[in-house]
């Protein structure tokens, strides 16, 4: 199993909308990418949470059974969409794969 976990901060203001709207919509776009393609074994979305002290504002937490499907994962036209959104909005961004 291959774990891939991303970490994103966001700019304040990107593509004409403020912090929160854009995390909204990177939110929605990546909600649409849970189950995409066979093999992929978790997808989870989340945004930090009001009260904690974050470094990050949304985290993708996802595995896959093979290389071969986070492959297929990263080229599928829907993901490649929402990181073409995510670079425009992004501070930062953080990525960590793995064997699990």
Do not use: W
């Amino acid at each position: 199993m291959i774990k891939h976990i991303v970490f994103f901060k966001f700019l304040d203001h990107a593509e004409g909308a403020d912090k929160a709207a854009n995390l909204a919509k990177a939110k929605q776009m990546l909600d649409a990418c849970v189950d995409l393609v066979p093999g992929m074994t978790l997808m989870e979305i989340a945004l930090a949470q009001p009260g904690f002290d974050c470094t990050y504002d949304l985290v993708v937490n996802s595995a896959f059974e093979n290389a071969a499907a986070l492959d297929a994962y990263q080229n599928h036209p829907v993901h490649v969409a929402a990181k073409q959104f995510l670079g425009k909005v992004k501070q930062e961004r953080q990525c960590m794969d793995y064997t699990a």
